[in-house]
């Protein structure tokens, strides 16, 4: 059967920017047969890039930020069963069902399944109106709905949900408290100088950011939580949220027989360990040229190309998908673009971008190989530092310094 026959029936479970970029890219790309898009949310696919800024701010109107809606779907012909959990996957007979009671066959299968927000043991069991997660529209929606009557908050972890939140609510004259396990913020994805650049930025627009917080527990009081820590303080706020990464929703995968390590394993084309199978996104475990490892990239441009690139290898064309990552956070009206894999550099050379108060970093392996870069309202320099990763060749600190690089 061809990739491109009427009679195949391509499935995506998944609905999110991941799947919604593979469906259409199957129609851009000439699939002319039956496209399932099957998602758990209610909501038609959306952008998650706002839901931490845009979505949070009052003065914004609220919005899905769609990527497909139901007038986009019905010109392509594009099924989609949304608010649908899919409860058992059998890739031996191609076929999995729903918790509605449908079921379906497929020719091929792409599991787009993303990640969802991880839980603390400090945290009490239980619904609580004052604890909040973000990673769907509704969670965006509901934490916005209690900010608007709030005047502090705890925010449970430094990494860039955790910044863009807090620099959400300061913009509303919310009192804002940072706690952070690690000895320092964004410590995963940024170098220690970045860290302490972040850091100091929140703290002069008024956050409050303590490192090396040992939560013991959380309690729920009539008028706010209560977070008692290691060093026998407490800290009390109207509203907590709990930001300290994400999980990959790998159950049907590991149910299906699929290999899974901290995400399902996939090759440079998609491709997973069952031949009819192809997985995209926060989900997907990918090999990266730039560590020689396996990487699961939680970012809004991998979650769109990686789509992409899965969809074509799956109709049958030939495709290799290694950019170099990218992503970027809005905080206090900065732009901070990060490109590479800043946080792997033995060396970094820092330089001014527009003022000193927007810099630009550089980081180097051991060999003086640029592999990253992290920039502050710099993109040309970004632009600049991404061409120069892509190059692998070692290069000079006044080569980075210089005016005369065409920045």
Excluded at 185 to 203: G, I, K, M, N
């Amino acid at each position: 059967m061809s990739r491109l026959d009427k009679a195949s029936t391509f499935a995506i479970i998944g609905a999110g920017q991941s799947g919604a970029w593979i469906a259409r890219t199957l129609r851009t790309e000439g699939f002319d047969g039956r496209v399932v898009l099957v998602g758990d949310e209610p909501h038609r696919p959306y952008e998650r890039p706002p839901l931490s800024k845009g979505a949070l701010d009052p003065q914004i109107p609220e919005t899905e930020n769609t990527l497909l809606n139901q007038q986009q779907a019905e010109a392509k012909c594009i099924e989609m069963w949304l608010g649908t959990a899919v409860t058992a996957l059998s890739p031996t007979t191609n076929r999995f069902e729903c918790a509605d009671g449908r079921s379906l066959v497929y020719d091929h299968l792409f599991l787009t399944t993303g990640s969802r927000a991880r839980s603390p043991s400090w945290l009490p069991k239980g619904p609580s109106h004052r604890v909040h997660f973000l990673r769907t529209l509704d969670d965006a929606a509901r934490l916005r709905a209690a900010l608007a009557t709030s005047s502090t908050l705890i925010i449970v972890g430094g990494g860039w949900i955790g910044l863009e939140v807090a620099a959400s609510a300061r913009k509303q004259g919310i009192a804002v408290t940072i706690l952070e396990a690690a000895e320092r913020v964004c410590a995963r994805s940024v170098p220690a100088p970045v860290s302490a650049w972040l850091t100091e930025l929140h703290r002069k627009n008024g956050v409050s950011v303590v490192l090396n917080a040992a939560i013991l527990r959380a309690e729920e009081a009539c008028d706010g939580v209560v977070l008692s820590l290691a060093d026998g303080t407490t800290v009390v706020a109207d509203q907590l949220l709990v930001a300290i990464g994400n999980v990959p929703e790998t159950s049907l995968a590991i149910d299906g027989g699929l290999a899974v390590t901290n995400g399902i394993v996939v090759d440079a084309a998609g491709r997973t360990s069952i031949p009819n199978i192809s997985a995209a996104g926060d989900v997907a475990s990918q090999p990266c040229g730039l560590t020689g490892a396996r990487v699961r990239r939680e970012s809004w441009s991998n979650a769109q190309n990686q789509a992409i690139a899965t969809a074509r290898a799956a109709l049958g064309q030939q495709v290799v998908y290694d950019e170099v990552p990218w992503n970027w956070s809005d905080q206090f009206n900065l732009n901070i673009q990060i490109v590479g894999v800043p946080e792997r550099g033995k060396n970094l050379f820092a330089r001014a971008g527009r003022s000193m108060e927007s810099p630009c970093w550089l980081a180097l392996d051991d060999c003086a190989v640029p592999i990253g870069a992290i920039g502050i309202d710099a993109a040309r320099d970004v632009r600049h530092a991404r061409k120069l990763i892509q190059k692998k060749q070692p290069i000079r600190h006044q080569d980075w310094m210089s005016e005369k690089q065409g920045f």
